[in-house]
């Protein structure tokens, strides 16, 4: 067993910081460590539908098998197509990090590169895992973000406030 299963809300913004690391808001750092079985190990993907990353601890992979039976039989209920081994590949293909006593934790530049992450990453609690932005990209999203939005954009002006050197909100 990783972990007891976590549930996340909440939100964080986190600047790059000294040696291009960003901070996991602590919120989310605790429910991560549960979920990782008290280890500090982040799981991050792609979103598969969203311009965004994921994050969770490792106990939300043992719900994966599970989630590939259920989107199968809804697949087969409305006579669509559904590859299972494609799915399997978008759902155990994260990537397992490390992060330190204080959330810092290196963001791999192909992760980066996906999300469009420049300068500066928003957390977003999302139940079973959270969604992790580049600002420039959840301020493109439709209307159905707008908290999410707003939400950022002050975190991003208290962060500024604070002043160069200063740490993220946690």
Request: proline share 5%.
């Amino acid at each position: 067993m990783t972990g007891s299963p976590s549930n996340y809300w909440g939100q964080g913004f986190s600047p790059r910081g000294d040696k291009s690391r960003f901070v996991l808001p602590a919120d989310f750092r605790a429910a991560v460590l549960a979920a990782s079985g008290n280890t500090p190990t982040l799981c991050l993907d792609k979103h598969h539908k969203l311009p965004c990353l994921v994050g969770f601890g490792l106990s939300r992979a043992e719900s994966f098998a599970g989630q590939i039976l259920h989107e199968e039989r809804i697949a087969l209920e409305r006579g669509e197509p559904f590859d299972a081994d494609e799915r399997a590949a978008q759902l155990y293909g994260f990537l397992r990090t490390k992060f330190d006593d204080s959330g810092r934790f290196i963001l791999p530049d192909h992760l980066a590169e996906q999300a469009q992450v420049g300068e500066a990453l928003y957390f977003h609690g999302g139940g079973g895992h959270f969604t992790i932005w580049a600002p420039d990209v959840l301020f493109a999203m439709g209307s159905g973000w707008d908290s999410a939005k707003a939400t950022c954009r002050a975190l991003m002006a208290e962060t500024a406030a604070r002043g160069p050197g200063r740490r993220a909100r946690k």
